[in-house]
């Protein structure tokens, strides 16, 4: 993919954040995240639009969404607070040659779609980035990115979703109302354990990236398999069904001795739960990083499909130990600690060369975020894409074109 970047510029709020909201605190759970991005694409067909047209609503809506998205228009100042200062939000203009949109997506290629981003994210750098790249086709792709200290996915769908709202209404509704009090829910702490410093550094090790897609039909295969035989564990959920699939590949990948012993190496997975919905106050309105991490128990090969029900009721046992436990019922900082401290010294445990104890996979499910209804005025997105930052082990679930095949990205 050739790329000619057109232009560079900052995007400032429409209007100056009020001198109270100057300063925005982390959570605890923020505090835990490490400092990389998400990165979102938004492929459009042909919208009937000017290029200057595209860019000045693009921009103009941009501006004024910052004003309700204040904090994503500051910079981190430490691992406690990110200055509200208004400095803007990274906007760059990009022309892409020789290639149409069609192309680029038959099949896409994560590496590739890299490029439909201003990838220059850096610690004291812009917290949010937008490219709009225009095929010589006509299609578009509108590339954003915004550090994952202040935003899950969630966070992100939210803001494209009321940025959207804007620029196609001209005007922000009063439905637009986001929070970023998390910290009041969940305060920081003022001493972080030792493993997050390991932990919260952004691996410089290239990764390979991947894009698979499961067909209705064998995601229905799959859940027949997990099925249970009565209770909880019938009809599991197709996140689970896949995860449970895919856990059985990933030990089986995994499955030679480790470094220390004889034994089989052990599989694990990370399985982030939403507490929006869960812990009172917190919905779809909250901004920040509102998930937490619990671990699987590990499993040991073989595994096999015959496993799956067992890895089904694993995982929904993770969920379950969330939901019936004090950090729900109790809005439990401590509790919150320890699931983020257990998941630090795994990661640290299964990336550390020099033991190979652990194998530990990242799973994460962005299915039924509506991602699709991001319409700026000239139709739906044909699709959208998901590209995490540089760690290695991670699956990410996302739902293609509404009626089309779930898609899943490995990386």
Not at 43 to 61: E, T, V
Not at 75 to 98: E, Q, S, T
Not at 233 to 257: C, I, Q
Not at 263 to 281: D, E
Request: with cysteine; net charge negative.
């Amino acid at each position: 993919m050739e790329m000619e970047i057109v232009s560079i510029e900052l995007i400032k709020p429409s209007k100056p954040t009020p001198p109270n909201l100057k300063t925005h605190k982390f959570s605890i759970i923020d505090q835990h995240i490490p400092h990389a991005h998400l990165s979102v694409p938004f492929f459009y067909s042909y919208p009937l639009l000017p290029a200057n047209n595209i860019n000045h609503l693009i921009k103009s809506s941009l501006s004024n969404a910052l004003t309700l998205f204040y904090p994503f228009a500051g910079r981190i100042k430490d691992d406690y607070h990110i200055d509200c200062n208004d400095d803007g939000a990274k906007f760059v203009h990009a022309r892409v040659r020789h290639l149409s949109l069609s192309q680029a997506l038959s099949p896409p290629n994560p590496d590739q779609l890299i490029q439909l981003f201003p990838m220059e994210y850096t610690i004291g750098g812009e917290l949010l980035g937008v490219q709009v790249s225009f095929f010589e086709c006509g299609g578009i792709a509108v590339g954003v990115y915004l550090s994952h200290k202040i935003a899950d996915a969630r966070s992100l769908c939210t803001f494209v979703l009321s940025w959207a709202s804007i620029a196609k209404s001209g005007s922000m509704s009063s439905e637009l109302n986001p929070r970023f009090d998390l910290a009041s829910v969940f305060p920081p702490i003022e001493i972080l354990p030792s493993s997050a410093a390991e932990y919260t550094e952004v691996p410089t090790e290239k990764t390979l990236n991947r894009v698979f897609r499961f067909r209705a039909s064998k995601i229905a295969e799959l859940k027949a398999k997990g099925e249970g035989e009565d209770g909880d564990d019938r009809d599991p959920s197709r996140m689970m069904s896949v995860t449970a699939f895919l856990w059985s590949v990933f030990a089986a990948m995994g499955a030679g001795n480790n470094n220390n012993n004889n034994t089989p190496r052990q599989c694990i997975l990370s399985v982030p739960v939403n507490l929006r919905g869960r812990v009172p106050y917190l919905d779809e309105h909250s901004m920040g990083n509102i998930a937490v991490t619990p671990l699987t128990v590990p499993m040991a090969p073989p595994i096999d499909l015959s496993a799956m029900p067992e890895l089904v009721k694993a995982i929904r046992d993770v969920v379950r130990r969330v939901d019936e436990g004090s950090l729900v019922k109790r809005r439990d900082g401590g509790e919150v600690v320890k699931i983020m401290e257990a998941y630090m010294e795994c990661y640290n445990k299964a990336n550390c060369c020099s033991e190979g104890e652990l194998g530990l996979y990242d799973v994460s499910s962005w299915l039924r975020f509506p991602f699709y209804e991001a319409d700026f005025g000239w139709g739906k997105p044909a699709w959208v894409a998901v590209l995490n930052g540089p760690f290695k082990n991670v699956v990410m679930y996302l739902d293609t074109n509404p009626g089309a095949e779930s898609m899943l990205g490995l990386r």
